[in-house]
T-cell receptor, first 115, second 112 residues
């Protein structure tokens, strides 16, 4: 089955450590996205990528970094500069961002806890 | 405030009843999408309505869009306990390079 895989499901880190969240898709989608969700809140866009080797900042990119070396993979690094990193992180993909009617397909998220 | 804002924030109904939730937005859109999220999981796309459409159906779901009022509604008919989830609207803004902007969601509890 095609889909998006995020790993791990739960991640615990000490403050001051960088941590990388994995996102892999086999849907052959061009575009991939990272969202952050806080308890009881909606989703906020961190970074997105329309094609390999290119990505753009979303609304809350500070303290995060990404790479897009392969079409299938879009890892997110939460750096020690992110002031409040504890959250639920969701990765998504779509056919392409320029298509106005392209729904997002989501992974099942990684819950990151930093203490 | 967020572009898409759902109302109510939470809704509790009995199985078999209808559930209606609304979404308001502020600027012109290409389309509006509704997603569902079960607790601790990713979002699942439910339905997309284009800016030139007024109503759309999918199974027990009915979505309306009123661009003059900048609002949309999602109706779930004959609700089931399995419909318990959070529901989010997402707007595809013309001014935002077609990136989706999500509202805060409506938490729906369907009691058996």
């Amino acid at each position: 089955d095609g889909g998006i895989t995020q790993s791990p499901k739960y991640l615990f880190r000490k403050e001051g450590q960088n941590v990388t969240l994995s996102c892999e898709q086999n849907l052959n989608h061009d575009a991939m996205y990272w969202y952050r969700q806080d308890p009881g809140q909606g989703l906020r866009l961190i970074y997105y990528s329309q094609i390999v080797n290119d990505f753009q900042k979303g609304d809350i990119a500070e303290g995060y970094s990404v790479s897009r070396e392969k079409k299938e993979s879009f890892p997110l690094t939460v750096t020690s500069a992110q002031k409040n990193p504890t959250a639920f992180y969701l990765c998504a993909s779509s056919l392409w961002t320029e298509h106005p009617n392209s729904p997002l397909h989501f992974g099942n998220g990684t819950r990151l806890t930093v203490t | 405030s967020q572009q898409g804002e759902e109302d109510p924030q939470a809704l509790s109904i009995q199985e078999g009843e209808n559930a209606t939730m609304n979404c308001s937005y502020k600027t012109s859109i290409n389309n509006l999408q509704w997603y569902r999220q079960n607790s601790g999981r990713g979002l699942v796309h439910l339905i997309l309505i284009r800016s030139n459409e007024r109503e759309k159906h999918s199974g027990r779901l009915r979505v309306t869009l009123d661009t003059s009022k900048k609002s949309s509604s999602l109706l779930i008919t004959a609700s089931r306990a399995a419909d318990t989830a959070s529901y989010f609207c997402a707007t595809d803004l013309k001014a935002a390079g077609n990136k989706l902007t999500f509202g805060g969601g409506t938490r729906v509890l369907v009691k058996p």
